[in-house]
Nanobody, 125 residues
């Protein structure tokens, strides 16, 4: 069983930056592809970014490409999402997720086995 705990959300002005962290429990973190998703009020949860087990490969949604960076530290069992040039439309609850079996670039939330509780990101205009 893997437990995921996100942190780092908050309120930021448009154009600002935040870094989200997701700490994972258990000895299997190195074997898990990781992803970030988000859900805005009244909208479905959507894919944001994913990273391979080694961290050598990453994949982004078009809406965040060039602004967000996903990374991981396998020694710390942690995955990060650095968000720059934030926009009001980035406001959402952000979730990290772990994928134990599917391709590391999976974008469907059904491909992920474990989920964190989410952290709120609010971008003011």
């Amino acid at each position: 069983q893997v437990q995921l705990v996100e942190s780092g959300g908050g309120l930021v002005q448009a154009g600002g930056s935040l870094r989200l962290s997701c700490a994972a429990s258990g000895p299997t973190f190195r074997s898990l592809a990781m992803g970030w998703f988000r859900q805005a009020p009244g909208k479905e949860r959507e894919f944001v970014a994913s990273i391979s087990t080694s961290g050598g490969s990453t994949y982004y949604a078009d809406s965040v490409k060039g602004r967000f960076t996903i990374s991981r530290d396998n020694a710390k069992n942690t995955v990060y999402l650095l968000m720059n040039s934030l926009k009001p439309e980035d406001t959402a609850v952000y979730y990290c997720a772990a994928n134990s079996m599917g391709p590391w670039f999976a974008t469907r939330d059904a491909s992920y086995d474990y989920w964190g509780q989410g952290t709120q990101v609010t971008v003011s205009s």
